[in-house]
């Protein structure tokens, strides 16, 4: 089984959801694979391979009901975009280069603390449910938005700033992508 998360260039809406969907159904195919003990355990000093889907559930979530929103009420709260779309290398090379110039951590979405459950592979489904609902709950978003509008309204990203909705989604894309293969890579 692979275990590159590759993800091409997606850009049209329909690009976008179609490889959400499918690596989200590679990654869990994958996550599945992890046995629950090492599924919650620390992976050396970084988080658990646990840690990060609920990290990815935490930053997925909010884009769900923001996306269900009158887009005019996302164009009086973050303003219109002035310029085109980032493609996707763009945007994940910008993320990159933010990743390194300032160290940022995951802030208010990093998994919150909590003690482990008595039934751990009971748990890893429980966690790979809520990241499952938060991808397709998203992905089912994606439809009702034209080609125009994902490049018109903006939504806030806490490093890259005011970012298109096509860019936010290519970004949850691309994180889904760069954690999982943090996962794999430590493993």
């Known amino acids: 089984m692979t275990t590159s998360f590759a993800t091409g260039e997606p850009y049209s809406g329909a690009e976008i959801a179609a490889e959400m969907t499918r690596l989200h159904a590679e990654s869990e ?8 003990v ?14 990060h889907v609920r990290h990815l559930a935490k930053s997925t979530f909010p884009l769900v009901p923001a996306l269900g929103l009158p887009k005019f009420l996302l164009g009086l709260r973050f303003g219109r975009a002035a310029a085109e779309s980032r493609g996707f290398a763009a945007l994940r090379d ?26 751990l592979e009971a748990w890893q489904r429980e966690v790979l449910g809520s990241w499952r ?6 992905a089912a978003k994606i439809p009702a938005w034209s080609e125009r509008a994902l490049d018109l309204y ?18 949850t894309v691309y994180h889904n ?8 890579g430590r493993r």
């Open 29 to 36: 195919r994958y996550l599945l694979g992890v046995p629950a």
């Open 177 to 184: 992508a760069h954690h999982l293969e943090q996962v794999a």
């Open 38 to 51: 090492e599924f919650a355990a620390l992976q050396g000093e970084k988080w658990s391979p646990a840690d």
């Open 133 to 138: 609902e938060a991808v397709s709950g998203l």
């Open 94 to 119: 910008d993320y990159r280069a933010r990743l390194r110039e300032t160290g940022a951590t995951a802030g208010r979405f990093a998994p919150s603390p909590r003690p482990l459950p008595d039934d």
């Open 154 to 171: 903006r939504l806030p990203h806490p490093l890259l700033g005011k970012l298109t909705v096509r860019e936010m989604l290519l970004f």
